[in-house]
């Protein structure tokens, strides 16, 4: 297994150069899958032979990349490019054959001719972000997303007749919506009551084991937990131990692949669509995180009374609740994103914190109290879904709350109500604001307020997911809805 025990807990194992050039050997592996994400945070890879992948191969990197072809990265007079295997994310596919055994890495993107790091690949976004929270002073960060995905039995939708109605249909054994027993041969989860519900009603126990089984096995990703989630047919979490940012987004994004791809093989399909079915809960990714220093966690302060949150745990809030709308056009990047923050499904719509309170879009966890929990003490950041690309997401809340330390930003009060039942005359006085209620609006928030991603963030990336962003709002906003043809055909 990639991952050993050291003091009783489990640590993910990391390969160097020259023993995965071994590993890959005794594995017996005959193709390597170079993977890397494209700026919307979707997985691209390339395969090669394994005996194409010598020390060379790590040191300048294969030349297999067109980036012209890939979303957000170059136009096509500048297309040539470079990936540089990381030793350290390598693992085998178990879905490949033995005869055709396939081990991957996730890559670095550098331009060609040897002219430095692509200044749009995502991964060295999040490379960045770890550099500049050291040159503060923070030798370590520490992230854990909760990736909320729902796996289906069948999918389908018509967008390609644009004369003949549009529209899409969701199979799952545990739907509500099935008109009797499902294919699990028990009663259909009900809207909003698929928490924790046991066998047969959970039908994915075993899907989710498995997907927990293979990214520790293959990966050296632990995992601490697994469950339903709130909404019905199929939706499920995984819960990964935390990890410090670039290896959180390596797995964040070796999390997706496996998952898709144990679906698949299962007859299934996953999807991170944050907001698949109507009248139920949607896909969040709340996204945990605390700054270390010298193996001291400074969000942690035992005489804070309310939460036990210091100061400097307050001011990276502070940035948090600052930035929010600009945060989620990178944190909630599809306008499906924007279908799940509406009041009633337990997302977060109001910018606030609170040490409870889950209709605030920022929470620190209070589950245990004292010196000796110390390390469990974090910022819990509820606003970003799994539609989001991790290494772009982890390095902005980290700018947002870097930016706010340095200008010793005020967090505010917190707010303990329900936030969904106060008046707006009440919100307005407590100082709550909202997120923004389309993709259109988020972008327009961060082109008006984006230096404070800098200096992580390039004014490159920043302009590919604007115009990305962009890009699929008015794809969308120009097609009819189905639900049009209901409210207005009597016009």
Same mark, same amino acid.
């Given at each position: ?15 160097? /150069? ?24 979707? @997985? ?35 297309? #040539? ?39 749009? #690949? ?30 289906? #039995? ?18 799952? &054994? ?26 047969? /009603? ?12 293979? @990214? ?34 390596? +797995?964040?994004?070796?999390?997706? =692949? ?56 307050? =001011? ?35 910018? +606030? ?9 920022? &929470? ?11 390390? &469990?003490?974090?910022?819990? =950041?509820?606003?970003? #879904?799994? +539609? ?64 404070? @991603?800098?200096?992580?963030?390039? /004014? ?26 209901? @409210? =207005?055909?009597?016009?």
């Amino acid at each position: 297994m990639p991952y050993s025990r050291e003091g009783g807990k489990l640590k993910q194992r990391k390969y160097s /150069q020259a023993e995965v050039i071994s590993k890959m050997q005794e594995d017996k592996v005959r193709f390597v899958d170079l993977q890397f994400a494209d700026v919307p945070g979707r @997985l691209q890879h390339v395969t090669v032979p394994v005996e194409s992948l010598d020390e060379d191969a790590f040191k300048d990197g294969v030349p297999k990349l067109d980036g012209s072809s890939i979303r957000g990265f170059t136009d096509i007079h500048e297309s #040539d490019m470079i990936l540089l295997p990381d030793p350290t994310t390598y693992g085998t596919l178990p879905w490949s054959s033995d005869s055709l055994k396939t081990g991957r890495m996730i890559c670095d993107v550098s331009w060609g001719y040897a002219m430095g790091r692509f200044f749009r #690949d995502p991964r060295w976004i999040a490379q960045r972000a770890e550099e500049e929270a050291k040159r503060l002073g923070y030798d370590t960060t520490y992230w854990g997303p909760e990736i909320e995905f729902f796996v289906f #039995d069948k999918v389908s939708w018509d967008v390609t007749t644009p004369f003949a109605g549009q529209g899409y249909r969701i199979e799952s &054994r545990e739907a509500a919506w099935n008109p009797g027993i499902g294919a699990n041969n028990s009663p259909p989860i009900r809207f909003k009551e698929g928490y924790f519900p046991a066998t047969p /009603q959970d039908s994915l126990q075993d899907f989710r084991s498995e997907c927990v089984s293979v @990214l520790g096995s293959n990966f050296g990703i632990v995992s601490d937990a697994h469950h339903h989630e709130v909404a019905t047919a199929g939706q499920c979490e995984i819960d990964m131990r935390f990890d410090t940012l670039t290896n959180m987004g390596d +797995a964040a994004m070796t999390y997706k =692949y496996v998952i898709k791809n144990i679906a698949a093989k299962n007859g299934m399909i996953a999807t991170m669509m944050p907001k698949p079915i109507f009248l139920d809960n949607a896909s969040g990714m709340h996204v945990h995180v605390s700054l270390w220093k010298e193996g001291t966690n400074l969000m942690f302060d035992e005489k804070d009374e309310y939460a036990e949150l210091s100061q400097l745990g307050r =001011y990276f809030g502070g940035g948090l609740i600052e930035h929010a709308r600009a945060l989620a056009a990178i944190t909630n990047p599809t306008t499906n994103s924007y279908r799940r923050l509406v009041p009633g499904f337990e997302a977060p719509v109001y910018i +606030a914190w609170s040490r409870r309170n889950r209709s605030a879009n920022i &929470r620190i966890p209070v589950n245990m109290k004292g010196a000796k929990y110390s390390s &469990r003490k974090r910022l819990e =950041y509820r606003t970003p #879904d799994p +539609a989001a690309n991790p290494y772009l997401c982890f390095a902005a809340i980290l700018s947002a709350g870097l930016d706010g330390i340095k200008k010793k930003s005020d967090i505010g009060d917190p707010v303990d109500e329900d936030i969904y039942k106060l008046t707006p005359e009440r919100r307005r006085s407590l100082g709550v604001k909202e997120l923004p209620g389309s993709l259109k609006e988020a972008i327009e928030c961060l082109e008006s307020d984006s230096d404070f @991603l800098q200096p992580i963030f390039t /004014q490159e990336i920043i302009d590919a997911i604007a115009e990305n962003g962009m890009k699929e709002f008015g794809e969308v906003s120009r097609r009819p809805h189905p639900y049009e043809f209901y @409210l =207005y055909m009597d016009i």
